[in-house]
């Protein structure tokens, strides 16, 4: 069982983000580290999780069903809102890949995460998969792998 931080979920949390929370803390690995809802520099995500095999993932939960979408496009989507009303919202897509990055940045200037000398010398390398497509971000450059 992977370690939930917080130990947890509240009960007003959406039912996806409920389900998820349960799935992580019960199949992922006791040496991973999940957390719900942290806030990064006034950001607050549905999810990171840190694991030895994954490094830092960051996951955006929507809990809208294949009927609630009315449209999809690259920048938004459009969902059947309460009471009938349409509701417009950025892609998740993009939001999530936005978050990754945003995490990979406040990471790289944490200098206790920076090797100063040698071979591996400079910020960690991290990874942000987004779909079927594993990206490495390296030197700030985003490189499909």
Avoid at 6 to 30: C, D, H, K, N
Avoid at 101 to 130: H, N, T, Y
Wanted: a negative charge; proline letters at 6%.
């Amino acid at each position: 069982m992977a370690y939930m931080v917080p130990e947890v979920i509240r009960t007003s949390a959406a039912a996806g983000e409920r389900l998820l929370f349960r799935t992580l803390e019960e199949y992922l690995p006791s040496d991973y580290m999940v957390y719900y809802e942290p806030e990064i520099e006034g950001r607050r995500l549905d999810f990171v999780i840190i694991g030895p095999d994954l490094g830092l993932v960051v996951l955006d939960v929507k809990d809208y069903t294949p009927a609630a979408l009315l449209q999809v496009e690259h920048d938004q989507w459009q969902l059947h809102g309460a009471a009938g009303r349409v509701e417009i919202v950025r892609n998740p897509y993009n939001e999530a890949r936005d978050n990754a990055r945003f995490v990979s940045e406040q990471l790289k200037q944490d200098d206790r995460l920076i090797q100063p000398a040698g071979e591996a010398s400079g910020p960690a390398q991290i990874c942000v998969r987004q779909r079927d497509r594993i990206y490495e971000i390296e030197a700030g450059r985003l490189h499909q792998v």
